[in-house]
């Protein structure tokens, strides 16, 4: 009886030895898992500015948009040309000349034939008168030019507009994208930390034989493709934070 007491003794203490040894490598992978470097802990919504000011800066930050904006000035300076277009038919004109001049005059007395009186002389000449050009060409496609002018410069706009749109719809999808890339960032670490603590369990079963070959194999490869899978999702998170930034201009914290 006493030999049976001893060695019912003995397999309780190995038992109890053996739980303890399973929670101290549970609590020393789940501590290694928490301390992880990589284990996201803080939402990245609350690190980034709000969604409308991300807006605006992306369409300040834009070169296609500074192009448009560019575009529209542009016509706008065509218009004023086009209104002022007139004025090119208007003009004065000027001559000056200095120089040795001959003079001819004619003095007509009463009752005697006129003479031819010829001088020589230094002197400044000068003359100067305006005119107005009429081309009938312009005065017919006067109307469309105008026309044409306004058009263009509704469609620089418009495009501004569209530009504007399309920058918005990026950033709303960028945002939303970088948040849905921080969340399963968060699945696939906490995935992982649960992989390495089944690992660590297994691979010491293992060398107390308690588990099979095909078993420490199979939560090997789980293991494996978890890893594989955090680091996939890592890639991805920091892709779609560093996309985010290049298109608004900001540099997050």
């Known amino acids: 009886m006493d030999n049976t007491n001893r060695t019912g003794m003995k397999i309780f203490y190995i038992l109890i030895l053996s739980l303890l040894m399973e929670c101290l490598i549970f ?39 500074k192009f448009r904006n560019l575009d529209v000035i542009t016509k706008e300076y065509n218009i004023k040309s086009q209104n002022s277009y007139w004025i090119k038919n208007l003009g004065i004109q000027a001559d000056a000349r200095y120089g040795t001049f001959d003079n001819f ?17 230094t002197q400044m000449n000068y003359g100067i008168g305006a005119f107005v050009k009429l081309p009938f060409y312009d005065l017919l496609n006067r109307k469309n030019q105008m026309k044409m002018a306004r058009l263009e410069l509704s469609q620089a706009r418009s495009m501004v507009d569209a530009q504007r749109d399309e920058i918005r719809q990026t950033v709303i999808r960028l945002f939303n994208d970088v948040l849905l890339k921080q969340r399963l960032l968060e699945i696939k670490s906490k995935n992982l930390g649960n992989a390495r603590i089944n690992m ?3 691979e010491k079963q293992f060398q107390n034989r308690t588990v099979d070959i095909a078993e420490y ?4 490869e789980i293991a494996g493709r978890a890893e594989a899978d955090y680091e996939a999702a890592r890639s991805d998170y920091i892709t779609a934070y560093m996309i ?10």
């Open 27 to 65: 609590i020393d992978v789940y501590s290694q898992k928490t301390e992880h470097p990589d284990s996201i802990t803080i939402s990245i919504a609350s690190s980034l500015p709000p969604l409308s000011v991300l807006i605006d800066s992306a369409i300040n930050h834009n070169a296609m948009m």
């Open 105 to 121: 005059s004619t003095n007509t007395s009463e009752g005697q034939n006129p003479s031819l009186l010829a001088t020589r002389s």
């Open 200 to 202: 660590a369990m297994v």
């Open 217 to 220: 194999a199979r939560i090997s």
């Open 244 to 253: 985010l930034e290049e298109i608004t201009g900001f540099e997050f914290k």
